[in-house]
């Protein structure tokens, strides 16, 4: 049974100011997050892709641990593996160097571009003018998280003309040390959009839930939890049947925005004023 053709474009790429590395990715492929994207932060991040083989996420990830740059880590993986033809494969290492491959087997429209702290790359395309734009809204959106980032890049990429065969899935994979929940995991945003007939707008629509949920507002934004505020607070927890800001946030996933009764966060404020109206 041959394997299947992940016909996709992403982008590998980081933020070295905020130590974080990740990969973002859409194809005309059942839950693509599932194959292409790999990433290990102050290590580097990987896509693998054409017809993929997805021992190139662990094995590319071991030899940057052991200290070779993207360059070494390409030639090194596609050097051992016979099908390297049929393969696509883009890396960004720990100093954000770059590197990618594209098979000559690869199925056209198929091609890459590179940059600092990015490799953009994909096959079976309407055309070069998909990765150019991977690129260059890469290239022009310095100012954003590297998530926020990744996705306009996505979003640019479709708009340019994408996949030749369509969509159907999207992911983004972020990594940054201590970076995920509780500060208990590395993982600061992992989505995936597995079976969607508009996956990039729908991975859109999750990440802003998913900072809603996880992100953290300065703690200088915050609103201090006295006079007419605290009153407001109180009366719209007691509607709701809670005696606790605690308790009604841990019920709404929102305790990683909450710490005690002194202060509130702005946007777990607007929560409760949505569920409570």
Known sequence: MADPVVATYSIAACDLEAKQWGVAVQSKFLAVGSVVPWAEPEVGAIAT????????GPKGLALLREGLNASEVVERLTAEDEGRDERQLGIVDGEGASASWTGPGCNDWAGHRNGPCYAAQGNILVGEET???LATTFEANAQLPLAERLIECLAAAQA???DRRGQQSASLLVVQ???GYAGMSDLLVDLRVDDHSRPIQELHRIYELHQRLFGLSPREDWLLLEGELRGEVQERLRRLGYDSLDAWAGVENLEERVDGDDAIDPIVLDALREASS
Request: proline residues 6%; aromatic residues 12%; charged residues 10%.
């Open 49 to 56: 892709q054409a017809y993929a083989n997805p021992s190139y």
């Open 160 to 162: 340019a003309g994408g």
């Open 131 to 133: 990765v150019v734009a």
């Open 177 to 179: 040390k201590d970076g």
